[in-house]
């Protein structure tokens, strides 16, 4: 059982905009930065969002991030069939002193 | 941007240890935080610990405390997650990735796939 609650799953047509949602307490999302990770089928997790909203090189701006209190989004506008993957929010944990992953949402794009 | 290769897939008895490495492209004697992911099967990501080379100290989660040992290679700047006492419910992918400062994983390895099975 995660900490960090996300959706199981997800899904868009060919364009739309699409946010995922992950839900946390004061000592992880309320208290430390964001990240979110992209995983497509079949290979390694790759970094698409941190500090919350910040974008490293090569991400497109279709992916943005934002933090609320002790929740976080990840809205994906524009959607596209390569953006069907397997989705994670992290964070750093201050009670269990360690760093913990949301549960995953799964993306569909139809 | 660091690259991190890591060991290929291993088959394990129940009650065994098992041995992943993790080769980086760069300096991971800078500062910077070697993790540990693990994936079982269909299932989500599952942070195992951190290592700090530079300083040798780790943070391993609380499940892990007593059978996990992270160690690090100057030489080849290579990271090493040993896990004993495997059972099936070790099976899983395990990935390494670079921790940076911010608290983000940036880089990640490939993957190792380890399979426990009598």
């Known amino acids: 059982q995660s900490v960090l609650a996300q959706p199981p799953s997800a899904s868009g047509t060919p364009g739309q905009r699409i946010t995922i949602s992950c839900s946390g307490s004061t000592s992880n999302i309320g208290r430390n930065f964001v990240f979110w990770y992209q995983q497509l089928p079949g290979t390694a997790p790759k970094l698409l969002i941190y500090?919350?909203?910040q974008r490293p090189s090569g991400v497109p701006d279709r992916f943005s991030g934002s933090k609320s209190g002790t929740s976080a989004s990840l809205a994906i506008s524009g959607l596209r069939s390569e953006d069907e993957a397997d989705y994670y929010c992290a964070t750093w944990d201050d009670d269990l002193r360690g760093d913990v992953f949301g549960s995953g949402t799964s993306l569909t794009v139809l | 941007q660091m690259q991190l290769v890591q060991s290929g897939a291993e088959v394990k008895k129940p009650g065994s240890s098992v041995k992943v490495s993790c080769q980086a492209s760069?300096?991971?004697?800078?500062?910077?935080?070697i993790s540990w992911v693990r994936q079982a099967p269909g299932q989500g990501l599952e942070w195992m610990g951190s290592?700090?080379?530079?300083?040798?100290?780790?943070n391993y989660a609380q499940r892990f405390q007593d059978r996990v040992t992270f160690t690090a290679d100057k030489s080849t700047n290579t990271g090493y997650m040993e896990l004993s006492s495997l059972t099936s419910d070790d099976t899983a992918v395990y990935y390494c990735?670079?921790?940076?400062?911010?608290?983000?994983?940036?880089?990640w390895g490939q993957g190792t796939l380890v399979t426990v099975s009598p």
């Open positions: 290592f700090i080379p530079l300083f040798g100290s780790s």
């Open positions: 500090r919350n909203d």
């Open positions: 990735a670079r921790r940076r400062n911010y608290g983000d994983f940036a880089s």
């Open positions: 760069g300096d991971i004697f800078s500062g910077d935080a």
